[in-house]
């Protein structure tokens, strides 16, 4: 920078025409040797940057994963219970079990099916009222190539079984929907726990 | 102890909105391949926000709690990374505070210079160890400054909020600390 012909112009303004693309002042800017000067450092500073954190990350992870192993260990993560699931032919000894525990389950039914992988899950209705109807509803990311139809089917009628068996809800509905889509696997070999 | 949870092989190319969708309905192995995909970049960013990799580590640890605790709350899964970064923004702001009020010496900027990691050697010369330089020889508040809006990519209302200053406070933190690193990376040059 030079103090004798200094046009004025505050790095700010630069930054910010830099960031944005914009500026009232952009004619002066574009036609300024000094500032297209500055322009020039900041984009220099920047790329230098993204570079010093590209090499932060890489010796990181280059470092291994025993650190994130441990603070991992030590989480101790609780449970999220959600609401409670009264087990009617219990009722005199009003046990329960956990709304988690029934969305863990249909989780787990999802990943035993080829392509299936569950996202969110919702039991919408009154669960805690012993008989009342609930739906249960699932965002599920799809393995490309299985085909949807089927694989809604299947994965309806398996939540469905395992829901009937394991738990005593008055399941009204299985609603599926398809939120994602995931690239084929690498090979055309089922590593991806058995077809449908 | 590891865990291992079988569906975690399942999980490795599942999209951040998906895994942030099942942690946020409890399930442990989701939210865990999310710490590993984004754990280097939360730990190297925590080093360039404190003073030392110990207090860095602690900030990312105490970052997944609170990460763990309220994923169930967030909205938009896709954006999990941009997410993550600002709780350890956070998290980080919080530490440097509650180390000021315990009676420390404020933060040396001399000490930063020794937060990146063990490569430092074997870049000396390059521009990102002219830029480590530089930056450790900003002020503290300077730097934060800096490193939120370079590296968390936040707005200047945003680093106002986390730092608890004013937009035009910060504006004019990110401008100083602007022009000593253009300067001093041109210098390099």
Known sequence: ?196 | MTRSNPPAGRLADAPDALLAERAGDGDVAAFETLARRHGPLMRAYSRRLMSSPAEADDVVQESLITAWKEIGDLRDGAAVKAWLMRIVAHRAVDAGRRRKSHGNIADHPEAIDKAPGPEQSAVAGSASQALRRALAGLPDEQRRCWVLKEYGGQSYEEIAQTLGISATSVRGRLARARTTLVTEMEEWR
């Not at chain 1, 322009?39 to 932060?56: E, F, K, V």
């Open chain 1, 1 to 196: 920078m030079n103090p004798i012909r200094d046009c004025g112009r505050r790095i700010e303004d630069l930054s910010d025409y830099l960031e944005t693309g914009f500026s009232a002042d952009a004619a002066h800017i574009e036609h300024c040797p000094q500032c297209q000067a500055r322009l020039a450092g900041l984009r220099s500073l920047h790329t230098a940057a993204l570079n010093l954190m590209d090499d932060d990350v890489a010796s990181l992870s280059g470092e291994g994963t025993g650190w994130l192993d441990g603070m991992l260990a030590n989480l101790r993560l609780e449970t999220r219970a959600g609401r409670s699931i009264p087990l009617a032919s219990n009722t005199a000894d009003l046990l329960t079990e956990t709304e988690g525990a029934v969305i863990a389950l249909v989780r787990n039914v999802g990943d035993s099916l080829g392509g299936v992988l569950i996202g969110r899950c919702r039991l919408d209705g009154e669960v805690t009222v012993p008989g009342a109807p609930v739906e249960v509803n699932v965002n599920v990311s799809a393995r490309y190539g299985y085909p949807l139809p089927v694989m809604a089917e299947d994965l309806r009628a398996a939540i469905l079984t395992e829901l009937l068996v394991e738990t005593e809800l008055n399941v009204a509905a299985v609603n599926v929907a398809f939120t994602d889509m995931r690239e084929p696997l690498a090979e055309p070999g089922r590593t991806d726990g058995g077809g449908l």
